[in-house]
């Protein structure tokens, strides 16, 4: 299965490798050059088609875990200040993802969306500190049952140069449905309340609309925890 944002790219690369390997077939005397080229063009079709495989995942619409919006490697796990929206100290866990990953962006919990901002910008690499703020991204905040508001933030990195946003404020979403999609290496930050419990830790790979990020403590499980 590959997500609908690759179709075009899928078949305009598809029909250039048939019109590559059937050329150098025809007017390619060089066997060894013939075969080079035929091989580079079908590598780079499975590439492109390894990018935008877009594997079905289910989830039981867990209000109580916020799981991971993307697959990939933990980079970050720090308190900030977050400034664009919330304006107070926040828990960051940002999420680096390599062209090998899968790039689909899922809702990481059910719930409203509250709000939805596209910014233009650079496009650093995705693990620089100021990626975050100088680089084109989209900011999406989901108010849910349980956790009150949290932020995700899809972030173009050095190969990105396009952020696919499918938030819409006011609609209703479900966790793990998608919730669009970045061409070509980034990162995807959540940024969630201070009194949540982090369950992942630095250089942990995870997995999309599989692994829990952060989960509800209650005043009761947090002096438990004390």
């Not at 990018?51 to 796990?77: C, H, M, Q, Y």
């Not at 200040?81 to 107070?88: C, L, V």
């Not at 049952?145 to 396009?162: N, V």
């Not at 669009?180 to 419990?197: A, E, N």
């Amino acid at each position: 299965m590959f997500h609908k944002e690759g179709q075009t790219i899928i078949l305009t690369t598809f029909a250039l490798v048939v019109i590559i390997v059937l050329l150098s077939e025809f007017y390619l005397m060089n066997q060894w050059l013939r075969w080079a080229l035929q091989i580079s063009s079908v590598v780079v079709l499975v590439l492109i088609l390894q990018f935008f495989r877009n594997p079905k995942r289910s989830t039981n619409n867990l209000f109580d875990e916020i799981l991971a919006p993307v697959d990939g490697k933990v980079v970050v796990i720090e308190e900030v200040f977050e400034t664009e929206y919330f304006n107070e100290k926040r828990m960051q866990v940002s999420i680096f993802m390599s062209p090998f990953n899968v790039h689909v962006t899922r809702y990481p919990i059910s719930g409203t969306i509250k709000y939805s901002k596209y910014h233009p910008g650079k496009y650093l690499v995705a693990w620089h500190p100021k990626s975050s703020t100088d680089n084109e991204r989209t900011t999406v905040v989901i108010n849910t049952p349980k956790f009150g508001e949290i932020l995700y933030r899809q972030i173009a990195g050095a190969m990105a140069r396009r952020i696919v946003n499918y938030a819409e404020e006011g609609e209703s979403v479900h966790q793990g449905e998608d919730s669009g999609f970045i061409k070509f290496g980034s990162r995807v930050d959540l940024l969630l309340p201070l009194d949540c419990g982090i369950a992942v830790k630095l250089d942990q790979k995870v997995v999309g609309a599989k692994t829990c990020i952060a989960t509800y403590l209650n005043k009761n499980e947090e002096r438990d925890l004390i």
